[in-house]
């Protein structure tokens, strides 16, 4: 697509429950991260994938996240048992170079708030 | 010490006038420079990007890198009121991953 395509732009979820967010990068584009944004800070790395393989995932938090990109292009992150503190942002972006140093193209973002 | 640090703000210039925008990093291997500006509400978006000590310039922006001192800075001429934004620093450690700072927030008063 034009750009990075990000589904839902907004879940609500109760705490404990299991959420899904999608992201789908521009076409061509090998290089996925996703990011996540609390309010009044600057975005916190999470997972990087490489095609289809998370080339670095040391930002993620715990074991209840979990991403996925079967096919080297859309990209499912995974929380489990969902807290509180899971509330933010989750930002996801594509570069068309495998080291990003021309910058990323951000999605819009699916704002996430456990209640 | 947090890996890349910028002054909150807010910063207020007045319109038409040069806003400067200051960030620093720990890392003294990192490789790229990025500055993003941010929206209320919205994605970042990528304005400049800088590897070279010097300046880069682009349209009212000038990217300015010196790896000595591990400072980048961003100035933006004759600011407009649409320039009021976050504005964020970002830095590629030679890795995979870019890593943020929390942003300077700019108010440009027409």
């Known amino acids: 697509g034009a750009g990075v395509s990000q589904t839902p732009s907004n879940k609500v979820t109760e705490k404990g429950k299991y959420v899904e967010l999608r992201c789908d990068p521009i076409?061509?584009?090998?290089?996925l991260y996703w990011y996540r944004q609390s309010l009044g800070q600057g975005p916190e790395f999470l997972i990087y994938?490489?095609?289809?393989?998370?080339?670095?995932d040391s930002g993620l938090p715990n074991d209840r996240f979990f991403a996925v990109r079967p096919e080297g292009s859309v990209s499912t992150l995974k929380i489990q048992r969902t807290e509180r503190g899971d509330s933010a942002v989750y930002l996801c972006?594509?570069?068309?170079?495998?080291?990003?140093?021309?910058?990323?193209?951000f999605g819009s973002g699916t704002r996430l708030t456990v209640v | 010490q947090k890996e890349v640090e910028q002054n909150s703000g807010p910063l207020s210039v007045p319109e038409g006038a040069i806003a400067s925008l200051n960030c620093t990093y720990s890392?003294?291997?990192?490789?790229?420079f990025f500055w993003y500006r941010q929206y209320s509400g919205k994605s970042p978006e990528l304005i400049m990007f800088?590897?070279?000590?010097g300046d880069k310039e682009d349209g009212r922006f000038t990217a300015q890198l010196n790896k000595a001192s591990q400072y980048v800075s961003l100035l933006i001429r004759d600011s407009q009121p649409s320039d009021s934004a976050t504005y964020l620093c970002?830095?590629?450690?030679?890795?995979?991953?870019?890593?943020f700072g929390a942003g300077t927030r700019l108010f440009v008063k027409a």
């Open positions: 970002a830095v590629g450690t030679g890795g995979f991953k870019t890593i």
């Open positions: 890392d003294r291997g990192s490789q790229s």
């Open positions: 076409s061509g584009h090998t290089a």
């Open positions: 994938f490489q095609g289809t393989g998370a080339a670095d």
């Open positions: 800088i590897y070279s000590n």
């Open positions: 972006a594509s570069s068309l170079t495998e080291t990003g140093i021309y910058g990323y193209t």
